[in-house]
């Protein structure tokens, strides 16, 4: 994230938790994030799978609202 403005002059009580928490979500899950991009370079799959690609002849082909 980058800010212009300082998060907590600008934003309610609400949206300035989330830019709190994002940060902190961030730094929880950053070395699997660096493990999967890695894996995604060496392999060329994606990151973010639609579940038909990571769980083929399943059933998931017709679905078309898993990022919605």
Known sequence: MQ???APWRVLDEVHLK??????????KFGERILQLAKEAS???E??????DYAFPDNGYK???DQFS
């Not at 989330?18 to 730094?27: A, D, F």
Request: overall charge positive.
């Open 46 to 51: 994606p990151i973010i799978r639609h579940m």
């Open 18 to 27: 989330l830019c709190v928490e994002m940060p902190q979500l961030h730094q």
């Open 62 to 64: 017709k679905i078309n």
């Open 42 to 44: 060496m392999t060329g």
């Open 3 to 5: 800010f212009s403005v």
